[in-house]
């Protein structure tokens, strides 16, 4: 079910990845490793990471209207 083990699944499909900086239950280092190995691949074309600096593990109102727009522009 983990994305990293076939990133390839993502298809070209808008896969939005937000992360905050003190996530204290899934460390931010996996994800940025994650979106550095596939960033640059054919089916990461519509992929987005964005790390907000100081928050934890949940996602604020400004990140969630964010995904949203990102989602409306990419489907």
């Not at 896969?15 to 596939?38: N, R």
């Amino acid at each position: 079910i983990s994305l990293n083990l076939q990133p390839e699944k993502i298809g070209n499909r808008p896969v939005y990845i937000w992360h905050g900086s003190k996530d204290e239950i899934v460390p931010i280092h996996l994800t940025e490793t994650f979106f550095e190995e596939i960033k640059d691949k054919s089916y990461s074309q519509h992929l987005r990471f964005e790390r907000t600096e100081g928050v934890a593990h949940t996602v604020p109102l400004e990140i969630v209207q964010t995904i949203t727009k990102h989602f409306v522009e990419n489907l």
